[in-house]
Nanobody, 124 residues
Framework: QVQLVESGGGLVQAGGSLRLSCAAS????????VGWFRQAPGKEREFVAG????????LYADSVKGRYTISRDNAKNTVYLQMNSLKPEDTAVYYC?????????????????WGQGTQVTVSS
């Protein structure tokens, strides 16, 4: 079992940057693929980025490609989401999630473990 805790959210102006962290408990964290999702008010939770168990594979939603970078440090049991060139439409609660197996699933139902979320607000 894995427990996930997100941090690093906050208020930033458009064009700015934030780095989110997802800290995991458990000795087998390297067995899990991790995804970042976000949910804006009144909208469905959507996939943002995913990373494979060893960090060698990554996947991004078209809306963030070229602006966001997902990475992981298995020695620290942490996954990061570097967000650059932020836009007001990036405003949402950001969640990290983990699943055994492949990282290429973008449906939220494919992920077994979830953090509590961290708020990101981008002002115009």
């Amino acid at each position: 079992q894995v427990q996930l805790v997100e941090s690093g959210g906050g208020l930033v102006q458009a064009g700015g940057s934030l780095r989110l962290s997802c800290a995991a408990s458990g000795r087998t964290f390297s067995s899990y693929a991790v995804g970042w999702f976000r949910q804006a008010p009144g909208k469905e939770r959507e996939f943002v980025a995913g990373i494979s168990r060893n960090g060698g594979g990554t996947l991004y939603a078209d809306s963030v490609k070229g602006r966001y970078t997902i990475s992981r440090d298995n020695a620290k049991n942490t996954v990061y989401l570097q967000m650059n060139s932020l836009k007001p439409e990036d405003t949402a609660v950001y969640y990290c999630a983990a699943r055994l197996g492949s990282y290429s699933y973008i449906r939220r139902e494919a992920y077994e473990y979830w953090g509590q979320g961290t708020q990101v607000t981008v002002s115009s």
